[in-house]
């Protein structure tokens, strides 16, 4: 027994070595147990469960206006790697995300509250962040880490995909809203999402400035809905603090982006 443990703590230090790696954009150090590759691998599955599970809307306004900013921010996040693509979930929830590989669900409940494209497009700027920073492999190694000890190392090392990581991996990435308990984001990677979703919802020629009253309509309607807020919320904590460091972000991002796509 003490022999197979000590193996198992050798194996993670092993793999706590080779995990450090640097968020793009930031360049923040993170802990990541698994490849890019096999990230993308579990989004592709989720993305055909959510798809599955889901009603998806056929409504040509909804759709098209989700796929005209969603291909420009694809653009402007050039990752040719991903194979996007944009679902409207026909569901009146307050929820969107973008999983690895490009697959961008958003939910009508979303739809209806932002009245702008510049605050759609920083719905869709924060969320295909969060994929672009591979923010779900961090929450995922750590959830790796804490839920399945050793059983993280086979999983880090093999190259096949276990159901028990298959869960551990839509709890992660919010995916989690049908399954049961999400994972919250931490602080950091909102933060990061908030300003490199903003970056790219400028170079994309929208106006940043969507993001204060996306947030600020968050806030309202988080109020509104007591403790219990939607999926989306309860991942997205709401506070005068985002809003004032988002504010701070503006001018510069608009300044460097946003003035100059327009010109284009
Ligand atoms: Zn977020």
Not at 1 to 15: E, G, H, N
Not at 106 to 111: A, H, K, Q
Request: proline share 3%; net charge positive.
């Amino acid at each position: 027994m003490f022999r197979r443990s000590a193996w198992v703590l050798m194996a993670l230090a092993a793999i706590l070595l080779a995990a450090c790696a640097h968020a793009a954009y930031t360049n923040r150090s993170q802990l990541l147990l698994i490849s890019e590759g096999q990230e993308m691998a579990l989004g592709l599955q989720s993305a055909q469960e959510v798809l599955k599970k889901e009603k998806e809307s056929h409504d040509p306004f909804l759709v098209e206006r989700v796929q005209r900013v969603g291909w420009r921010i694809a653009a402007a996040a050039n990752k040719p790697e991903y194979k996007w693509e944009f679902h409207v979930v026909q569901k009146d929830v307050v929820n969107a995300f973008c999983l690895p590989g490009g697959k961008v669900f958003v939910y009508s409940g979303i739809l209806d509250l932002t009245t702008s494209n510049d605050e759609l497009a920083a719905v869709m700027g924060h969320e295909i962040a969060h994929a672009l920073l591979r923010h779900g492999g961090e929450r995922m190694s750590m959830a790796l880490m804490t839920q399945l000890g050793g059983e993280a190392a086979s999983i880090a090392l093999g190259s096949t995909v276990s159901p028990a990581a298959s869960q551990v991996f839509n709890q992660a990435y919010g995916v989690g809203a049908q399954v049961g308990v999400l994972l919250p984001h931490s602080r950091a990677q909102e933060s990061e999402a908030d300003e490199v979703g903003m970056i790219l919802a400028a170079k994309a020629g929208y106006d940043p400035a969507g993001a204060l009253s996306l947030w600020g309509k968050m806030d309202a309607y988080a109020k509104s809905k007591g403790q219990n807020g939607p999926a989306w919320l309860s991942t997205h904590p709401t506070n005068a603090e985002r809003i004032a460091a988002i504010k701070a972000k503006m001018g510069p991002i608009r300044a460097r982006y946003f003035q100059r796509a327009e010109l284009r």
